[in-house]
C-alpha cells in the first residue's frame, strides 16, 4: 500500500483543556466552583480547583519543541502548540498529519478524572464536574468534527452506580469509550476481584462500551530506585498495564461480563505474545490446587484476545509477531502531543512496519478495529477518498508544522527541569 492511501485512526492522543471549558455547562450553583486556568504570581498558569493548583499545566505537550526543550513541561498557554486546545489548530496539524481520526484523553483532571475523586468532599459537585467535563468533551471537542474524533468520557470513580449512570447517559449521545484505572485498587478503590465494579461493567456490557485503561491510569510510576535516570522510569512504564492485563484475566471481569472490552491504552504489543505465552503454562500448572476456572474450558490467552485491545505507536516486534496476537484487536496510535508522538511524520513511521502487510491487514491496523471497536464512523459524514493520508495533506499544505522553541516564552520561575 501507498502512504497517500493509508487511513490513520489513532486510538490513543490528549487533549489540553481550554479555559473556556467548563462555561455555561455547570448548574448555577457549582458555576463559581468550577476549576481555573489562572496565571499566577510567577507568571506561570495552572488549573485551580477548590484551592488546589494542578502541579502541570499541560504534561508533556511539547509537540512542536525541539527534542532538547522536552525535559521541561510547559508552564504557560504561549509555550504550547494552539493544536493542543484549540479544536480547529488540532483538526490541521491532523490533516498535516495525515491523520483521519483521534481520541483524546484527558490532562488537568488525569487520566481517569482522579482529580475530582481527590479533591473535596462535596460529591454532588464533583458528579457535576464530570458530567460538565464530559459534555464538553462530546459536544465542544469532539462533537465539533464528529467524522475526525472518538469520543471518550470520564468516570466517577468514588461511585460505580452514578457512573453506570454516566455511561449510559453518553453513550446516548454516541459516546462508547470511558476512561478507567489501571489498577483501583492503587487509588485506594476495592480491586477488580470484588463485585464493587459490577453495576459499572454491567452499564459498559449494556451499551456496547470500551473500558479503556491508559498507561499511568494508576498514579503510580514504576521504578527501581529513587536515583534511577528517567531512561530508566520510561523503559519500565508499560508494566503499568502488564499489570493491568494479567488483573482483568485473572479477576473475574470477563466470566460475569462477556461482551466487555478493555483496552490497554499506550501499552504497545510486542510484550504480549510471550505474556499469553506465560499466562497459559502458569494455568494449566495452578488449576488443579488453585480452584482457578476461567469457564467454557478457555485459556487464559482466549481470554486475553478475545477482550482485550491493544495499540502500539513504535513496535517492530510487535507487527512481527502479529500472529501470535488477535489481529481484530490491535490498533495504532499517535499520542500527540506527547513526547513519543510521531506527529508530524506518522504516515511513514507506521510504514516502516506496515510495509509490506497485505493491504487488509493494514487496514485493519490503522482504522477498521479502531471503527469496529469504538463504534466510530467517519465514513457515515465524509468519502473515504478524502480521509486518506494523501487527500488529508493536501488541505494542509500551507500549515506550518515546523519545529520553534518556546523557551524564551518561559516565565523565569518555571526554569527548573521537570
Known amino acids: 500500500m501507498d502512504i497517500a492511501d493509508l487511513i490513520l485512526v489513532s486510538v490513543d492522543d490528549h487533549v489540553i483543556e481550554p479555559a473556556d471549558m467548563f462555561d455555561d455547562r455547570l448548574p448555577a450553583k457549582f458555576q463559581d466552583k468550577a476549576p481555573k486556568l489562572v496565571r499566577r504570581d510567577d507568571g506561570t498558569m495552572a488549573w485551580r480547583y477548590e484551592g488546589r493548583d494542578m502541579p502541570n499545566l499541560a504534561i508533556n505537550a511539547v509537540a512542536g519543541r525541539p527534542p532538547d526543550e522536552y525535559g521541561k513541561e510547559p508552564t504557560t ?58 459534555d464538553w468533551h462530546l459536544d465542544g471537542w469532539a462533537g465539533a468534527y464528529p467524522e475526525r474524533f472518538i469520543p471518550l468520557a470520564l468516570p466517577m470513580l468514588w461511585d460505580p452506580e452514578a457512573t453506570a449512570e454516566e455511561v449510559r447517559r453518553v453513550a446516548r449521545k454516541g459516546c462508547h469509550a470511558v476512561t478507567f484505572t489501571s489498577n483501583p485498587h492503587a487509588l485506594g478503590l476495592p480491586s477488580l476481584y470484588t463485585d464493587h465494579w459490577d453495576p459499572f461493567f454491567q452499564a459498559c456490557a449494556d451499551e456496547g462500551t470500551v473500558v479503556c485503561m491508559h498507561l499511568g491510569s494508576s498514579s503510580t510510576v514504576p521504578t527501581t530506585s529513587p536515583d534511577a535516570p528517567i531512561e530508566c522510569i520510561y523503559s519500565l512504564s508499560p508494566i503499568n498495564l502488564i499489570e493491568a492485563a494479567a488483573d482483568v484475566v485473572w479477576s473475574p471481569l470477563f466470566r460475569k461480563f462477556p461482551s466487555v472490552k478493555v483496552a490497554l491504552s499506550e501499552g504497545g504489543v510486542g510484550w504480549v505474545p510471550y505474556f499469553t505465552e506465560r499466562i497459559d503454562y502458569i494455568y494449566r500448572h495452578t488449576k488443579h490446587w488453585s480452584g482457578m476456572d476461567l469457564g467454557g474450558g478457555r485459556t487464559p490467552s482466549e481470554v486475553f484476545n478475545e477482550h482485550v485491545l491493544l495499540c502500539f505507536i513504535d513496535d517492530a516486534v510487535g507487527v512481527e509477531n502479529r500472529h501470535h496476537l488477535n489481529l481484530d484487536n490491535i490498533m495504532w496510535e499517535c499520542d500527540y502531543p506527547h513526547s513519543d508522538s510521531t506527529w508530524p511524520h506518522s504516515p511513514e513511521a507506521a510504514m516502516k512496519y506496515l510495509d509490506g502487510l497485505p493491504d487488509n491487514e493494514i487496514d485493519q491496523i490503522t482504522h477498521l478495529n479502531a471503527m469496529r471497536q469504538f463504534s466510530y464512523d467517519p465514513f457515515a459524514r465524509m468519502e473515504r477518498g478524502a480521509a486518506t493520508v494523501g487527500a488529508l495533506r493536501a488541505q494542509a499544505v500551507d500549515w506550518d508544522v515546523s519545529i520553534r522553541s518556546t523557551k524564551h516564552l518561559r516565565p523565569a520561575a518555571s526554569e527548573v527541569s521537570a
Do not use: K, W
Not at 81 to 110: E, K, Q, T, W
Not at 123 to 129: F, G, K, L, P
Open 77 to 134: 498557554i504561549e509555550e504550547l502548540r494552539p493544536g493542543c486546545y484549540d479544536i480547529h489548530a488540532r483538526v490541521m496539524d491532523m490533516n498535516a498529519n495525515g491523520m483521519l481520526g483521534s481520541m483524546c484523553f484527558p490532562s488537568f483532571p488525569r487520566f481517569c478524572g482522579q482529580l475530582f475523586m481527590e479533591t473535596g468532599t462535596d460529591r454532588d459537585q464533583a458528579a457535576a464536574m464530570v458530567r460538565a467535563y464530559n
